[in-house]
């Protein structure tokens, strides 16, 4: 396995550009009391009830009183919280506002009524919220939510890229910095890689940086789609298809569903393959006996919340950049107003082209 360095571009350097910080312009708040009273532990009741099977009895006196405070900062901050799909249950069904895939998630920052947006996923996520609401306050609860995927590349890659295949479209996934955004001509997501490709109307299109995602939609499309070959995730990259037919073995019945982060031959042993939102649809639509979720950990317990009557077999790859994202580091962000996320504007203008475009594509 690689393993990459990530080191996402610090937030915010505000006093490089004398701009008021974020906790200048909107305050700080005082910390609010996390203390598991009576009454927390009545009100929080019935949000307790819906996740007891995926948060033990020992874990919820702790969370409980975080969950009431963050809601109700929320409402003293006019903010919204944006969750990926990976998020633990507590942040997932406690206090998001909204939940999905990236491509809902870039929807709803794009259609965000709030003043501040906190995003409860991984920094290139933060950017792309950013990306769309400029003039809205877009914090991260943890600087080192990265993501091995934008790490693996950069504008001057795709400088090089571009002299290599004169002519031929870069469509980058949204797993990338808002630089390499700028130096390409699309945006995709796992949601609809494979239409954005053939959107463009052209023979041979590169598609970067995951060179499985790349293959995957190779294999759907009649377009030629060409792989940047260093860039991989580093939670799918580890599930082979020998562990799949394993699993199939020795589960009678189970059906397999697959993130196409994986390589290729994972998706052939799996039943179904979509980004996470389709996966958490394939569940609802199908309601199948016993399924195995082929991607980050957390998506199994937040999915069987919602779908009592499924048997989730669960293999375990985390994410370390998306568990930074805690409810403790959550509520830092709205009482402290950190951290900001800000992208220089020379590349902003280029970059939110790439991400528009593809929303405009409403695919
Ligand atoms: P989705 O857009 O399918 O949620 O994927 C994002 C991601 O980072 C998966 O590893
Ligand atoms: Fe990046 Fe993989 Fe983590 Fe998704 S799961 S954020 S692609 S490292």
């Not at 007891?52 to 409980?64: L, N």
């Amino acid at each position: 396995m690689t393993v990459m360095m990530n080191t996402p571009p610090a937030p915010s350097s505000d006093s490089a550009t004398a701009r008021p910080s974020a906790a200048e312009r909107h305050g700080v708040l005082d910390m609010p009391s996390l203390e598991y009273t009576d009454e927390v532990a009545r009100e929080m009741a019935p949000l307790y009830a819906k996740v007891e099977k995926v948060i033990p009895p020992i874990e919820w006196p702790f969370f409980a009183p975080l969950i009431k405070a963050i809601n109700e900062l929320k409402v003293k901050r006019n903010a919204v919280i944006l969750a990926h799909n990976y998020m633990t249950p507590e942040i997932y069904h406690g206090v998001a506002d909204f939940v999905g895939d990236s491509l809902q998630l870039a929807r709803e920052a794009a259609a965000a009524d709030a003043d501040i947006i906190v995003q409860a996923g991984v920094h290139f996520m933060a950017e792309t919220a950013k990306l769309l609401n400029p003039d809205k306050t877009v914090l991260i609860p943890d600087t080192e939510a990265g993501c091995s995927l934008a790490e693996s590349i950069t504008a001057a890659d795709v400088h090089r890229l571009r002299r290599e295949y004169p002519g031929v479209p870069i469509v980058t996934y949204v797993n990338t910095s808002a630089a390499v955004k700028a130096e390409c001509d699309i945006c995709c997501t796992s949601a609809n890689a494979v239409q954005v490709v053939e959107s463009l109307g052209a023979r041979k299109v590169l598609l970067v940086p995951d060179r499985f995602l790349a293959a995957n939609v190779n294999n759907q499309t009649d377009v030629e789609v060409i792989p940047y070959q260093p860039g991989r995730c580093e939670v799918h990259e580890r599930f082979t298809a020998e562990e799949l037919n394993d699993y199939r073995a020795a589960h009678e019945g189970l059906k397999i569903i697959a993130h196409p982060e994986c390589t290729p031959d994972v998706l052939k042993a799996a039943d179904y393959a979509g980004s996470t939102s389709g996966m958490i649809k394939w569940v609802q639509d199908n309601a199948p006996e016993k399924v195995m979720m082929v991607t980050e950990c957390s998506m199994s317990d937040n999915v069987a919340v919602e779908n009592p009557g499924v048997d989730f077999i669960r293999p375990c790859n985390l994410c370390p950049y998306m568990k930074k994202i805690s409810l403790g580091n959550i509520l830092d962000s709205l009482v402290f107003m950190k951290h900001e996320v800000t992208v220089d504007p020379k590349i902003a203008g280029p970059a939110r082209k790439a991400v528009e475009r593809m929303v405009q594509l409403n695919i």
